[in-house]
Antibody
Framework: EVQLVESGGGLVKPGGSLRLSCAASGFTFSSYDMHWVRQAPGKGLEWVSSISSSSSYIYYADSVKGRFTISRDNTNNSLYLQMNSLRAEDTAVYYC?????????????????WGQGTLVTVSS | EIVLTQSPATLSLSPGERATLSCRASQSVTIYLAWYQQKPGQAPRLLIYDASNRATGIPARFSGSGSGTDFTLTISSLEPEDFAVYYCQQRSNWPPGTFGGGTKVEIK
């Protein structure tokens, strides 16, 4: 079964740091581009960051650029998001997601398999 | 940044009825638009990509159309499990892949 499981969320004070992890199983992790998408409580979806399968390409939303760092460990089938200088507006459920692959092509920018999410709360 | 505007915010319908959801982009995204379904407490699910292609395993009652700036998601006959929030997403000028604000389809 294809599965993504996030961990590492929690309560942190403004200015603090957290490292989120996403454990992948059931597919060849090293072959897929991966993403982080977040959702503030009661709000819509916001793309956060993306990393290509070999870590050659990395992208960030302007709202997190310079504060968040995405990385991956293809040996251990894991995706990470290091979050520094956290702000109240970073409070959200953070999902990791895999790029979508049809029977014939892969599409980096469409998000297929998602984890269950991990809640990050930034509050004093 | 391209802004996606979804309408209506809420759609109240009965099972068996047809649902028509709209997504309008602030500038052309050609066909690079997707639709997701999200149920309470769950992660989103990809329904439609590249405006009109159903993702793997998505029932035929879901269809997408449009190009340029105006897109539509149609659910031909609502099943009880279809009541949820629907989001559109564009990738024309990736990154970022911006999302719309969502349309809630609720039971009338």
């Amino acid at each position: 079964e294809v599965q993504l499981v996030e961990s590492g969320g929690g309560l942190v004070k403004p200015g603090g740091s957290l490292r989120l992890s996403c454990a992948a199983s059931g597919f060849t992790f090293s072959s897929y581009d991966m993403h982080w998408v977040r959702q503030a409580p009661g709000k819509g979806l916001e793309w956060v960051s993306s990393i290509s399968s070999s870590s050659s390409y990395i992208y960030y939303a302007d709202s997190v650029k310079g504060r968040f760092t995405i990385s991956r460990d293809n040996t251990n089938n894991s995706l990470y998001l290091q979050m520094n200088s956290l702000r109240a507006e970073d409070t959200a459920v953070y999902y990791c997601a895999r790029e979508y692959c049809s029977s014939t092509s892969c599409y980096t920018w469409w998000f297929d398999t998602w984890g269950q999410g991990t809640l990050v709360t930034v509050s004093s | 940044e391209i802004v996606l505007t979804q309408s209506p915010a809420t759609l109240s319908l009965s099972p068996g009825e047809r649902a028509t959801l709209s997504c309008r982009a602030s500038q052309s995204v050609t066909i690079y638009l997707a639709w997701y379904q999200q149920k309470p407490g769950q992660a989103p699910r990809l329904l439609i990509y590249d405006a009109s292609n159903r993702a793997t395993g998505i029932p035929a009652r879901f269809s997408g159309s449009g190009s340029g700036t105006d897109f539509t998601l149609t659910i031909s006959s609502l099943e009880p499990e279809d009541f949820a929030v629907y989001y559109c997403q564009q990738r024309s000028n990736w990154p970022p892949g911006t999302f719309g604000g969502g349309t809630k389809v609720e039971i009338k």
